[in-house]
């Protein structure tokens, strides 16, 4: 299993304790995926951001829905990888 995450580099400069919006999901659960491919588009500080696939594999779960807000580092879904 891999962590479906937003990268720690798109949280430079972002004041500690915001949090990102999911604002869909672009697969559904059990849908398989390849590596870099965008799964879902969040907003944080007011710029869409696709997050892509860390490797191929299933959408296994969606940890945080469209409409959600999360903090950084965590998960927003997890990927079962092939193989």
């Known amino acids: 299993m891999s962590a ?3 990268d ?4 430079t400069d972002v004041e500690e304790g ?10 559904a659960e059990h849908a398989t ?3 870099g491919q965008p ?3 969040v907003v944080l500080v007011k710029t ?4 892509p696939a860390p490797a191929d594999g299933v959408l296994e779960r969606i940890l945080v829905g469209a ?4 903090a ?12």
């Open 18 to 27: 915001t949090e990102a919006l999911v604002d869909r999901w672009l697969v």
């Open 72 to 83: 950084r580092g965590v998960p927003i879904g997890t990927l079962r990888d092939a193989g």
């Open 4 to 6: 479906i995450t937003l």
């Open 33 to 35: 995926v390849h590596a």
């Open 39 to 41: 799964v879902a588009s």
């Open 67 to 70: 409409g959600e807000t999360f």
């Open 8 to 11: 720690d580099a798109v949280w």
């Open 48 to 51: 869409t951001i696709d997050v």
